[in-house]
Each structure stands twice: as structure tokens, then as C-alpha cells.
């Protein structure tokens, strides 16, 4: 069973920078798919950043030039690298992860099996 363990959460100013990790334990698939996932109090959840197993990389139009997603060379991390933040970001984030290579789709949330509890970011102005 696999398991994903956020972390690197916090309060910046507009414009500052956090990296997010997520640490993934468990039977991990190197071909495993994974993304970001955002929620605000009040909104449903949509994706930020994901990538698959050929590392190919989508992003939400809202964050794109902003945002970056990158595995760790063990494949057993993902970073979601943020900088310029606006207070439109402040969400809860979430790491989700799936044992399929590619996704049509790869920023529904419904295409993952595996969240973690959530890391939260605020961004004051």
C-alpha cells in the first residue's frame, strides 16, 4: 500500500517562494503518476501540477511560469516548487499519486488513488 506525506507548508508575503515535498513510502511503482492538488475553504479541489511516468508536466493555467514540479532522483519525492505567490494560492495542498504511467487527464482529481493529509499554505498581501 503506498502512503504520500506532505510537508514544506507555510505563511509568506506576495510574491515570496515555498517548496513543497511530498514523501512517498510503500510499494511505489517507478512509473507511478503524481500531482498537486489545491483546495480553498469554500472551493473545490483542483489541480495544480502533475506529472507522469515519461515526466511529462501539466499545469493549471493559474499557475503556470510560477509553478514547478519535479521528482526527486529516487523517485520517492515530489517537489512542488512556488514562487511568485499570490493570495489567490492560499489553499490546503494535497499530494496524490496513481500506478498508471500516463492520464488523459492528469488534473482531475478522480484519475488518483492516494492522497496525503494536506500541507497548508497561506499567502498574506
Known amino acids: 500500500q503506498v502512503h504520500v506525506v506532505e510537508s514544506g507548508g507555510g505563511s509568506v508575503e506576495t510574491g515570496g517562494s515555498l517548496t513543497l515535498s511530498c514523501a512517498v513510502s510503500g510499494y511505489v511503482y517507478s512509473w507511478f503518476s503524481m500531482a498537486w492538488f489545491r483546495q480553498a475553504p469554500g472551493k473545490e479541489r483542483e489541480g495544480v501540477a502533475a506529472i507522469d511516468r515519461g515526466a511529462i508536466v501539466t499545469y493549471a493555467d493559474s499557475v503556470k511560469g510560477r509553478f514547478t514540479i519535479s521528482r526527486g532522483n529516487a523517485k520517492n519525492t515530489l517537489y512542488l516548487q512556488m514562487n511568485s505567490l499570490l493570495p489567490e494560492d492560499t489553499a490546503m495542498y494535497y499530494c496524490?499519486?496513481?500506478?498508471?504511467?500516463?492520464?488523459?487527464?492528469?488534473?482531475?482529481?478522480?484519475?488518483?488513488?492516494?492522497w496525503g493529509q494536506g500541507t497548508q499554505v497561506t499567502v498574506s498581501s
Open positions: 496524490a499519486a496513481v500506478d498508471r504511467a500516463y492520464l488523459r487527464r492528469p488534473l482531475m482529481s478522480y484519475a488518483y488513488t492516494t
